[in-house]
């Protein structure tokens, strides 16, 4: 079992930088991939970025790549998106989640747990 609390949301203007983080509490954090996701008023659950379990590999979305950065820290079993260069459209409420395996994980389908989510607006 793995509890995930998500933190450092806010209201920020375009162009500004927030860094969220996810403090998983539970066993074993570093045999996790872990992941973020976003939601936005009236659309789906959509991938931002995933992170294998050791932090080797990554993956980012098209829509933040070059802007947003996954990254984690298995000693403080915390996992982070640097967020930079912000959007309105970045606007939505945003999940961590994990993933029982070693590799990057794409798909929401496969994540086992999830966090409640930190709400990010981005003014313009």
């Known amino acids: 079992q793995v509890q995930l609390v998500e933190s450092g949301g806010g209201l920020v203007q375009a162009g500004d930088s927030l860094r969220l983080s996810c403090a998983a509490s539970?066993?074993?954090?570093?045999?996790?991939?872990m992941g973020w996701f976003r939601q936005a008023p009236g659309k789906e659950r959509e991938f931002v970025a995933a992170i294998s379990w050791i932090g080797r590999s990554t993956s980012v979305a098209n829509s933040v790549r070059g802007r947003f950065t996954i990254s984690r820290d298995n000693v403080k079993n915390t996992v982070y998106l640097q967020m930079n260069s912000l959007k309105p459209e970045d606007t939505a409420v945003y999940y961590c989640a994990a993933a029982a395996t070693s590799g990057v994980v794409v798909a929401a389908r496969e994540y086992n747990y999830w966090g409640q989510g930190t709400q990010v607006t981005v003014s313009s």
């Open positions: 539970g066993r074993s954090f570093g045999s996790y991939a």
